[in-house]
């Protein structure tokens, strides 16, 4: 079955760096759009970013746009996230998730039908 597992959250001060993982199993990785998105404590979850099949287009949310990037190895069938100059309001749950097709990556949640379970990133001031 479809698997997504997140890995390499944690507790960083304010501008530093982390890079998540999201190891995907159970089906063709290089088949589909992925993307991530974040959860906040009592705030709803939003997009973060995402990439089509191949890599080579990627859409940000205004936000983190400029100090996070998405690559993905479709060989490794792994999605980064790539997060630098990290500030508070980035403290989230962060989740990858697999769109519905291979070129879509927007916002919508409802785009997405698999979803990881998520990987807490702490930031510090």
């Known amino acids: 079955q479809v698997q997504l597992v997140e890995s390499g959250g944690g507790l960083v001060q304010a501008g530093g760096s982390l890079r998540l993982s999201c190891a995907a199993s159970g089906f063709t990785f290089s088949n589909y759009a992925m993307g991530w998105f974040r959860q906040a404590p009592e705030k709803e979850r939003e997009f973060v970013g995402g990439i089509n099949w191949l890599g080579g287009t990627t859409a940000y949310a205004d936000s983190v746009k400029g100090r996070f990037t998405i690559p993905r190895d479709n060989a490794k069938n792994t999605l980064y996230l790539q997060m630098n100059t990290l500030k508070p309001e980035d403290t989230a749950i962060y989740y990858c998730?697999?769109?519905?097709?291979?070129?879509?990556?927007?916002?919508?949640?409802?785009?997405?039908?698999?979803w990881g379970q998520g990987t807490q990133v702490t930031v510090s001031s």
């Open positions: 998730a697999r769109s519905k097709w291979s070129s879509t990556y927007n916002g919508r949640p409802d785009d997405y039908n698999y």
